[in-house]
């Protein structure tokens, strides 16, 4: 392609409403435009991209045997109604109406449609299992879209929906759908986790999102050095630490730490690491009947570590949504300020996590407000109670799975597989006759990739200050000539024109770039844009038979000779 | 493709509510299935092809010049308010409310917004011309959609948009997307005509409509059979006959016709051919100010045409839109019935086609109810008066650029390119700063097509009794492998399996169709389906060392030895 003839549409500030990189990168390299709140135009740069991760992703669904249809947009609600996400669903379900009075929505997903149309089609067992895909068009009415197309309200999913006999099936089918993302999201040049998955609301049986792993994500993944486990790190188990607890080592004290409510008042005025002191939360437990109130329960977690509210919920005894008590509560049972809680001689329950449970010698409020204790021990000075994991895991912390230990990184989710069960094909009645002949009910899995989301999170893992750095496989093209002075040099015209057909008819995508710019704005721009291979041609290079090369991440020139150019740019290409 | 592992959905039953026979195959050969009115699921088999169809319009645009870019469906209102569209636009605009109370809606078309995007980011002429394109769903909440993906509501266009400094550029342009339009065409195996189509409202400066001729057309399209020419039949020109007018050979003669009122009536009474009779229509014409009544104006046209009241309502004089006088009128100011007007001794004004104008010792009504004239002549026995072209064309007809005589086929619109100039940029305020640094609106062309019609076009324009018959270009497999008794014969499963991994190698899409049903039906699911070339593998001719060869257009079965079965195929594929 030549530049003159395409749209180079690169912007030197930095628009000011873009947060995070992906962002301001996509409206810089000139890949995307705003059309309004959360709609983008995709310009022909950033489309090259989008249809790249299209064609990868097609591929690979294909060749694990998902067939490829396409649904419409607009979907009638009369199907949303059956399945009971029409009252279910948000204001994220955009409903509209058309001239004759129906209700429609724009589809945020299509579990309804794809499950309608199985129903009708679909009849016997024999059938099954059978998996369908397409590409398609999203809306989410999101309340405040931001972050591009990371977060728009129109969007582009690959979604995916299969049907099966039995749970079996299924399983054999996800994994098979487990297996592709993670081709898919290799091929891409991406580094990512597929990480387990909270299962919660839709109450299904098993789920896995993909994440790519970069700083900006809005999600905390936890996985292990040494293993594949990796998840949620609201979802990772936290493991007792391996070292056993240290007989004591000191006697108990009570000293006074006036004015210190916190954690790190505490250790500072102590003298002592936050891991050495602990932290006592209250919290509402399950009343015994209606007209009983709610007894208090302590959650005890080291002074480093924070209390994990879904593990704690999920504790018999524990109220569900997590409650905590108040000040007057406290005051009035325990008798001191929520600065100075702690085990020793406490009346209420507590739940002690199990790291906290493994410290000697350590500090813990005194319940008497203005002082702690110190030299504590389990057992000798306090009772032990309930130990339970209700803690968020931290780096370094060992692996749940018993391999290597935990790293945390940030994480993009750009893919979620699910095992839906029975829930739409039961709501909808989609059923095949079994070899008894009766009617059984379908289970379904649910496979989604965010295409357009995959591009931004591409940019956020990748990127300079110079610009986009693109996976080789995604990027809008593999290389740019970049000729210098080549309205007036005919030389340099010539050279670069026949080094551009010569590539281009080997099948690179080239990018010609004959714009009539100083060779400052077109190095910028192509950096800008992130075009992994450069080759510069100018009068002084060809002077001495040479061109120059340089990749987009390496910090020098290479002077390569015209005869070899063609040799080293394949060996380059291939070699990334 | 395995059938076992692709769905195959057809129906042997004629879906009552398809009319259309392109609607009805796609539905009897799993192409498509209706989701809601005018909302249609693309089934995988369907899918092949319009994803083809796709390729081929995308190749030829990017050869063009033209650059791809992906728009959103939901478009913002504000744009639409400054074309004035949203106004102007009936309630085939689906119009919406997002969660904030903003108004969008569902696009049509994409003008404003491609203008907006334009107007945004280019500055100077000397970025021009450009020319970009998207492949898109479009929204059109037709009042009764019908025909199946004929006539939707939800269905996906190729839309171009170009702009320009000057007219001369702009024609440039529109020629090169009316020759990538015949290419597109011609590659997708359709016969198909460029007519000249009316600018009428839109008020631009040129315009071509691209038929696909099929029967079932809902567009009349005359066309030379010796050049390019081809027009809507209400737009292409009658000439005058070639023939000039004999000479009087009868005497003027009043006759009795006694309740001969039609065209019909008369020249079965007389004895005599429809195109020797006349026929008088009378309208209202212009009145001279707001106070006098619109005078009466005869419209004669020869009784075998039909008159062409667009035509008829340009020429001055005539009032638009045509109004035809009232029985009272008529009666009132010429004496007689409808069925009884002429030329001889009328009181009003008359325009005579150029057709009926060549003839002599002709028919003609009588002025005088129950009678007529018979052996009338112009000059003789009435007025000339003035001679223009206001009737349809038929066939036979002299073609208006003096090549040949003109044909009439019934044709379905498949693509339209059109002249926009000014309208959009003038409105949005879209203007680039010429070479004297001034303000210059710039000029627009759009090309669209319809990708998912063409689909049914074809099927209108290539079928037979059995189902489909598709263009090569487009069939969703090119070869179809029928093993005979598979689940039995060791041999016919092996021979079955080589040939197709064999062909498969090769790069041919075969469909093998392994699924355990009766040979029946298989042979009819394939010709239903329309897969061009079909080969069957039985034990009867394994023992002789061959398979069956048929074309999904032959008679016959050919008998090829399995040495040569794949030289054999390859050359009927590329002889077709």
Known sequence: ??????????????????????????????????LSS???????????????????????????????????????????????????????????????NNSFCLGPTHEEVITDLIRNEIKSYKQLPLNFYQ???????????????????????????????????????????HAAYTKIFTRLGLRFRPVVADTGSIGGNASHEFHVLADSGEDDIAFSDSSD??????????????????????ALEKVATPGQHTIEDVSIGLNTSASQVIKTLVVLGEAENEETAAPLIALIVRGDHKL????????????????????????GIIGCGLGSIGPVGLSIDSIIDRSAAELSDFVCGANDDGYHFIGTNWGRDCKTGRIEDIRDVVAGDPSPDGKGILHI?????????????AKYAEALKATVLNENGKDQTILMGCYGIGMTRIVAAAIE???????????????PFQIAIIPLNMQKSVDVAEQSNKLYQQLS???????????????????????????????????????????????????ENQHIDISNIIDFIATSIAGV
Do not use: C
């Open 229 to 250: 486990f990796a998840a949620n790190v609201e979802l990772a188990e936290a493991l007792s630490p391996p070292e056993k607890r240290k007989n004591p080592g000191l």
């Open 135 to 177: 590409i398609q068009t999203k809306f989410r009415d999101e309340i405040r879209p931001r972050f591009g197309v990371m977060r728009s309200r129109e969007f582009i999913m690959k979604d995916a929906y299969s049907f099966h006999n039995d749970q079996e099936s299924l399983q054999q089918t996800y994994e098979l759908m």
């Open 409 to 421: 990184k940030r994480g993009i989710e750009v893919g979620h597989i699910f095992q839906l069960g």
């Open 38 to 100: 959360g709609l983008y135009s995709w310009l022909p740069m950033g489309l090259r991209v989008l249809r790249k991760v299209e064609a990868i992703v097609r591929e690979e669904m294909n060749k694990a045997g998902a067939q490829e249809l396409l649904m419409p947009v607009v979907q009638p609600s009369n199907l949303w109604q059956e399945s009971g996400r029409w009252q279910q669903y948000g204001p994220e379900l955009l409903r509209i109406t058309d001239r004759h």
């Open 505 to 555: 008819e080997l099948g690179y995508e080239v990018l010609l770039d004959d714009r009539n710019e100083r060779p400052g704005v077109k190095f910028a721009d192509m950096e800008l844009i992130g075009i992994p291979h450069r080759i510069v041609i100018g009068d002084r290079g060809l002077k001495d038979g040479k061109m120059e090369y340089k990749g987009r991440q390496d910090s």
């Open 461 to 475: 893992q990748n990127n300079d200050e110079k610009g986009i750095i693109w996976p080789a496989s995604i990027a």
């Open 308 to 331: 994990n509210e879904l593990k704690a919920e999920k504790i018999p005894g524990v109220g569900s949504p997590l409650q905590f008590a108040s000040e007057e509560q406290i005051k």
């Open 1 to 34: 392609m030549r530049a003159s003839q395409f749209l180079i549409a690169t912007v030197k500030e930095t628009p000011s409403d873009a947060v995070v990189i992906s962002h301001q990168l996509m409206l810089r390299a000139g890949m995307i435009r705003k």
